[in-house]
């Protein structure tokens, strides 16, 4: 945690240093340094993909996307609609899945992934994983559920058979956890 506050402290110095230098020495920011190419101040000059990658890329080092600490685990897959199922969420606000779907709107992380955990992981943890047969891009989700064990994360999917199929069982997959529990909102 004290971590992250130095992080956020070091950010907020660099943002002030860089509206300094603007706005005191206008000069020293010419046409073709990296703040007009990111402004696209002009519309005949193209946005540079590699600044505006990096630029991202610093963000997501250094912000919220900076994991605390990651984990080895095994991904599986369920739905709302097993059999044993009821629909409803075990951790607090306790939605049902099967009228609210298989994604949360966190206040900070925005719309992500339903996941299950063993309670080695408190409620509204937010954890990345990337599995590429499920998706290209790293997944986010949040612990809203329990009934798995030790450090295996089970992603809520659409219905049984696509959990079964798409997801199925990935072994030694490398969890990265962005947020333990809803006390770091």
Do not use: H
């Amino acid at each position: 945690m004290r971590k992250y506050f130095l992080r956020r402290i070091k950010m907020f110095i660099q943002a002030i240093v860089v509206i300094a230098i603007v706005f005191v020495f206008p000069k020293a920011v010419n046409d073709t340094s990296i703040f007009t190419v990111a402004m696209n101040t002009s519309a005949t000059k193209v946005l540079d993909k590699d600044v505006i990658t990096s630029s991202q890329n610093r963000l997501y080092e250094n912000g919220l996307y900076d994991p605390i600490y990651t984990f080895v685990g095994e991904l599986t897959g369920y739905a709302g609609d097993c059999p044993l199922c009821s629909g409803y969420l075990a951790c607090p606000p306790r939605t049902n899945v099967l009228k609210e779907g298989i994604y949360y709107k966190d206040k900070t992380y925005g719309t992500v992934r339903i996941a299950a955990s063993s309670k080695n992981y408190p409620c509204g943890t937010i954890i990345r994983f990337n599995v590429n047969k499920i998706s290209s891009e790293p997944i986010i989700a949040i612990i809203l559920d329990r009934g798995v064990g030790g450090n295996d994360i089970d992603l809520l999917t659409e219905n049984e058979e696509y959990a079964i199929k798409s997801v199925g069982r990935v072994r030694n997959t490398t969890f990265e956890v962005l947020r333990r529990g809803w006390k770091n909102e």
